[in-house]
Nanobody, 125 residues
Framework: QVQLVESGGGLVQAGGSLSVSCATS????????VGWFRQAPGTEREFVAG????????NYGDSVKGRFTISRDHAKNTVTLQMNSLRPEDTAVYYC??????????????????WGQGTQVTVSS
């Protein structure tokens, strides 16, 4: 069983920046695709960004392109989502997800096998 642990998040004013990171109970994300999703109350879970750890393929949801950046840290075995120019509509619980194998991160939540507990990101206007 793979456990994912998110960290970061919090409260920020509109226009500000935050980052969230995902770590795994395994020693490495090698051969995994790691994605970030978010869910606001009363809405569907939305794909934010993802990357294929070994292949390096990256994908972003349309609503965050140009503002968010996903990256990996080989030394720390973490995947970080840097969020800039935050808007109130970015407010949600952000979840890290992972699936083994893959060269391109799918935006479909159903294909991911492992999920973190989520971390709250709140953007005030």
């Amino acid at each position: 069983q793979v456990q994912l642990v998110e960290s970061g998040g919090g409260l920020v004013q509109a226009g500000g920046s935050l980052s969230v990171s995902c770590a795994t109970s395994r020693h490495t994300f090698r051969n995994y695709v790691v994605g970030w999703f978010r869910q606001a109350p009363g809405t569907e879970r939305e794909f934010v960004a993802g990357l294929a750890w070994s292949g390096g393929g990256v994908n972003y949801g349309d609503s965050v392109k140009g503002r968010f950046t996903i990256s990996r840290d080989h030394a720390k075995n973490t995947v970080t989502l840097q969020m800039n120019s935050l808007r109130p509509e970015d407010t949600a619980v952000y979840y890290c997800a992972a699936k083994i194998y893959g060269t391109f991160p799918s935006p479909q939540a159903r294909v991911y096998d492992y999920w973190g507990q989520g971390t709250q990101v709140t953007v005030s206007s």
